[in-house]
């Protein structure tokens, strides 16, 4: 089946820092979604990005699908931006499944 | 309702015990999800209902796992004779479209099974 492979596994940032968060894929997908899970598990839908590039707020998504990639800006780094951070991709001819990464670990010290 | 709601939020069972786990997604939303999320990994599908059809239940672990939607709304995942390994959050997740494009999760049933 599809891989899905999150970048960096962990990430400590200082708080106004900016940071880039990879997600690779290994097949063509139909759909791709960037979520974060705040510490309480709560699991929030950032973008849904097949391919292009959208904005909102401080936070920017970038999915190159012909080259099986997508790319998770965060701007100007909160403290209520820590979490964890999941790529989730719906392959094609995969039904309806939704295959998650391991996700990044994001710490943003005060 | 507002968002995808679950219950109950926490839920200890004794080995052996059954358990039934309910999701009641938002209003309209066609699609239905439940996703199993181990410590420290990300969420593993289970399983699909598009209204009260089940379209897909490849993930399901075992046949000790049975999930429904019998009125296109509600759904219960039921696991019988809990074991250790089943200990786990539970999600749920709706989408507005017959598809599986912008998941809306609820906050999950963390379940401990002793």
């Known amino acids: 089946g599809i891989q899905v492979e999150q970048s960096p596994p962990d990430l400590i940032l200082q708080e106004g820092a900016n940071s880039t968060l990879r997600c690779n894929f290994s097949?063509?997908?139909?759909?791709l979604q960037w979520f974060h899970q705040n510490p309480w598990g709560q699991l929030i839908n950032l973008f849904y990005?097949?391919?292009?590039?959208k904005q909102n707020g401080r936070l920017s998504a970038t999915t190159v699908a012909t080259e099986r990639y997508s790319l998770l800006y965060i701007s100007s780094s909160q403290t209520t931006d820590s979490g964890v951070y999941f790529c989730?991709?719906?392959?094609w001819g995969g039904g309806f499944k939704t295959i998650f990464g391991a996700g990044t670990r994001l710490f943003v010290k005060a | 309702g507002a968002g995808v709601s679950q219950s109950p939020r926490y839920k200890v069972a004794k080995r052996g015990q059954d358990v039934a786990l309910r999701c009641d997604p938002i209003?309209?939303?066609?699609?239905l999800f439940w996703y199993q999320q181990a410590l420290g990994q990300g969420p593993e599908f289970l399983t699909y209902?598009?209204?009260?059809?089940?379209?897909?239940k490849s993930g399901l672990p075992s046949d000790r796992f049975f999930a429904e939607r019998p009125e296109g709304s509600v759904s219960t995942l039921k696991i019988q004779r809990t074991q250790q390994e089943d200990s786990a959050v539970y999600l749920c997740?709706?989408?507005?479209?017959?598809?599986?494009?912008?998941?809306?999760f609820g906050s999950g049933t963390q379940l401990s099974v002793l």
């Open positions: 209003s309209g939303h066609v699609s």
């Open positions: 097949d063509s997908v139909n759909n």
């Open positions: 209902f598009q209204n009260e059809a089940q379209l897909d």
């Open positions: 990005i097949p391919s292009g590039t």
């Open positions: 997740a709706s989408s507005l479209a017959l598809t599986n494009e912008k998941l809306f």
């Open positions: 989730a991709v719906g392959p």
